[in-house]
């Protein structure tokens, strides 16, 4: 009983430092945290509170060199 207690205690008060680690490895990647993400954006990630990472697409270049 006492183990499953400390787990708990332990979980509970680490979950807002996980999920902020979370949100910080979205920001270096230069995406967002929102509810979903868009035609342009793909998802890379997860975020906190159930937010997905999204990031906008590059657009494909056109190769002036073949023109």
Do not use: H, W
Not at 10 to 24: C, K
Not at 40 to 61: F, H, M, T
């Amino acid at each position: 009983m006492r183990t499953s207690l400390f787990l708990f205690a332990v979980f509970f008060f680490l979950a807002p430092a996980r999920s902020g680690f979370f949100d910080e490895k979205c920001y270096k990647l230069k995406g967002k945290c929102i509810e979903s993400c868009q035609i342009n954006e793909e998802l890379i990630g997860l975020c906190q509170k159930s937010l997905k990472c999204c990031v906008a697409l590059q657009p494909c270049g056109i190769n002036k060199e073949g023109s």
